[in-house]
């Protein structure tokens, strides 16, 4: 199957940020997209070509069968690349993930840390699902095993290079009849169908949505949908969904930037099973002499989370649910949307060598920025191959998948 990318933006209104979200998220491959449009704007078209043969079928009628799809059952293997463009973490990677799990006394099985590995390089899963309720997710590495394991209200992660545990029971302590979370935080997809749902979701008027051959995934017979953006100035090329002719089942998604090169994401099934697993795919219980944390203790100890706000004053209002951004609006729409947010008393970045910034985040920070000028003033743009943000020496954050030039232009414009 031939890569292909996709990504989403949204308009909106004004509107304060709650909550701070981890350093790491904010090079999720999920926070992409970071928006929500309303409907798809489809352009007609039909699978002619391609191998398999399978019947011809329009864009809607795909997307209404991935809609329609009741497929709650499946294990597989799905293979997942990810290359946002991001230089090497270095020392940095060990401060963030000793600053979110709170330091000394966290544990390397907290699934808020160990489930942005998957935001970058090559990873091998083993999934397994039964229904709402029953989920397993396994990332494989060469000696070890990371798996979280969803059973009704019992969440399990375990680590067995460090034979450690994290424990957590869904709705203790709030309202009874709460529908019990995902296993993987919020925001991090691991099959192809959560990057396919994320795409559609945003997709407008401002996208092309078209079916582009046939291919085989995993041994099924699939469609290929393509999703691309119909303006200029996005990151995203487009993205190319497979989708399983007989059950709708998206099966590989693949992004590409617009500006060519190897795919951002490309996450597929290499082996696919759709009967029922195994009960014992979601049943766990420690092996002995297993370190256990239990989620509510984890917190207490804890405390809040830390992000970006530990290094950089004003970061923690970055993205949608972050805390201090006063006041935030949305320019333009579609794949060009961007996000102007004005930090807490306008707040800029830390001139280098400042005390309140550590080395390592220094030299991150040197790695992604780019020196910008214009009627803004000054600022500094820190790029990936996706998610583009100009920071103004003013206390303004221009955010977006866009590329430089139409972060400086908003700046621009807004002045």
Known sequence: ??????????????????????????????????????????????ASSG??????????????????????????????????????????????????????????AD???????????????????DGPDKQ??????????????RNGDQLWAYDSESDEAYHATEGAGRDAGKKPAHPVPEGVPTTPKAFAEQVLAAAGPTTSVTVDGTAQVAGRDAYKLVV????????????????????????KFTLLPSAGGKAIVDAGFTKVDFSEPDASSFTFTPPKGTSVTEADDAKARHGADKGLGEFLPGAEGLGAGGRGAEDTRVIGEGWGAIAEITTPGAAALPSKGSDDVPAEAQQFLDALGD?????????????????????????????????????????????
């Open 1 to 46: 199957m031939a890569p292909n990318d996709s990504a989403g933006t949204s308009g909106g209104t004004r509107g304060t940020a709650a909550g701070r979200r981890k350093a790491a998220r904010y090079f999720v491959p999920v926070a992409v997209a970071g928006v929500a449009a309303a409907t798809i704007g489809l352009v007609p078209a039909l």
């Open 51 to 108: 191998d398999p043969d399978l019947p011809k079928i329009s864009a809607q009628e795909l997307i209404e069968k991935i809609a329609a799809s009741d497929t709650e059952q499946l294990s597989g293997t799905v293979r997942i690349s990810t290359d946002l463009g991001l230089p090497s973490l270095g020392g940095l990677a060990e401060s963030f993930a000793s600053g979110a799990a709170g330091g000394k006394g966290g544990s390397s």
């Open 111 to 129: 699934p808020q840390e160990r489930m942005t590995e998957l935001a970058s390089g090559t990873h091998t899963l083993r999934v397994a699902a």
């Open 136 to 149: 397993r997710v396994s990332i494989l590495d060469d000696a070890a095993e990371y798996s979280l394991i």
């Open 228 to 251: 691309k953006p119909k303006q200029s100035g996005s990151t995203i090329g487009s993205a190319t969904i497979a989708v399983d002719a007989e059950n709708g089942v998206p099966l």
């Open 371 to 415: 020196k910008v000028s214009g009627k803004f003033g000054s600022g500094t743009v820190f790029k990936t191959r996706v998610v583009n943000a100009l920071m103004t020496d003013n206390g303004k954050v221009y955010i977006g998948a866009v590329t430089k030039d139409a972060l400086v232009k908003a700046a621009n414009d807004a002045s």
